[in-house]
């Protein structure tokens, strides 16, 4: 892609999510969906500032969480984490550097909390009964299919009818396994799990999809469209 495409694909993106957080944060308001907004990939505070943002235009009273390595993405031999545009080791400097960035954005130190590390050595730790407990939004931006594993595994527990979940890479594809790693973590996780359903709430850019969570009726599965 030339340099020109490159920004203004970028400006979309943040078009994209800069309603998909207008949006959702006015679901779980007008639907009384209490808890905390999540997410799981936090490059360059980029979605945490669109969560911080609208949540103060709305008065809303919720903790902003942030996992994320700050180092990059981790090492992997799975065949479903491989993407010519995932590169491991990639990374943005730092958990300081994260916190600077948030402040260059406006975002306060005291609006979140950011848990450092990879997924595998951070959610399993929390088990069912650990920060954050209850969420309202959730944002899963982690890239790759093992990762997203262990976000749903953690996520399982907490999930509650009128939750969202947006997946920010569902639309990656890879040309010898085809569906991309978020979707295909998602695909199995509804298959283990059929007394939810993920109704597709809306697109959030070219690669993202948002769904809101409900019961299946009479435990029966549906994959999400």
């Given at each position: 892609?030339?340099?020109?495409?490159?920004?203004?694909?970028?400006?979309?993106m943040?078009?994209?999510?800069?309603?998909?957080?207008?949006?959702?944060?006015?679901?779980?308001?007008?639907?009384?969906?209490?808890?905390?907004?999540?997410e799981?990939?936090?490059?360059?505070?980029?979605?945490?500032?669109?969560?911080?943002?609208?949540?103060?235009?709305?008065?809303?009273?919720?903790?902003?969480?942030?996992?994320?390595?700050?180092?990059?993405?981790?090492?992997?031999?799975?065949?479903?984490?491989?993407?010519?545009?995932?590169?491991?080791?990639?990374?943005?400097?730092?958990?300081d550097?994260?916190?600077a960035?948030c402040?260059?954005?406006?975002?306060?130190?005291?609006?979140?909390?950011?848990?450092?590390?990879y997924?595998?050595?951070?959610?399993?730790?929390?088990?069912?009964?650990?920060?954050?407990?209850?969420i309202?939004?959730?944002?899963?931006?982690?890239?790759?299919?093992?990762?997203?594993?262990?976000?749903?595994?953690?996520?399982?527990?907490?999930?509650?009818?009128?939750?969202?979940?947006?997946?920010?890479?569902?639309?990656l594809?890879?040309?010898?396994?085809?569906?991309?790693?978020?979707?295909?973590?998602?695909?199995?996780?509804?298959?283990?799990?059929?007394?939810?359903?993920?109704?597709?709430?809306k697109?959030?850019?070219?690669?993202?999809?948002?769904?809101?969570?409900?019961?299946?009726?009479?435990?029966?599965?549906?994959?999400?469209?």
């Amino acid at each position: 892609m030339s340099e020109n495409a490159i920004t203004k694909t970028l400006d979309r993106m943040n078009e994209g999510l800069a309603g998909f957080y207008w949006d959702a944060f006015t679901a779980v308001g007008v639907n009384g969906i209490s808890g905390d907004y999540v997410e799981f990939g936090s490059w360059g505070c980029n979605t945490l500032r669109h969560a911080f943002h609208t949540c103060q235009a709305f008065g809303h009273e919720r903790h902003l969480w942030a996992f994320d390595s700050f180092q990059g993405l981790p090492p992997s031999d799975e065949p479903r984490d491989q993407h010519p545009v995932l590169v491991p080791g990639y990374g943005q400097g730092g958990v300081d550097t994260f916190h600077a960035t948030c402040a260059g954005f406006g975002v306060p130190r005291e609006a979140y909390t950011a848990v450092e590390g990879y997924y595998e050595d951070t959610l399993p730790p929390l088990g069912r009964d650990g920060d954050p407990r209850d969420i309202a939004i959730a944002y899963i931006d982690c890239n790759l299919y093992s990762s997203t594993v262990t976000v749903l595994e953690f996520l399982a527990p907490r999930l509650k009818p009128g939750m969202i979940v947006g997946f920010d890479d569902y639309y990656l594809w890879n040309t010898d396994t085809g569906v991309s790693g978020e979707r295909e973590a998602l695909n199995e996780f509804l298959e283990a799990h059929p007394q939810w359903h993920f109704h597709r709430f809306k697109e959030i850019h070219w690669g993202g999809v948002a769904f809101v969570v409900e019961r299946s009726e009479a435990g029966s599965h549906r994959r999400p469209l």
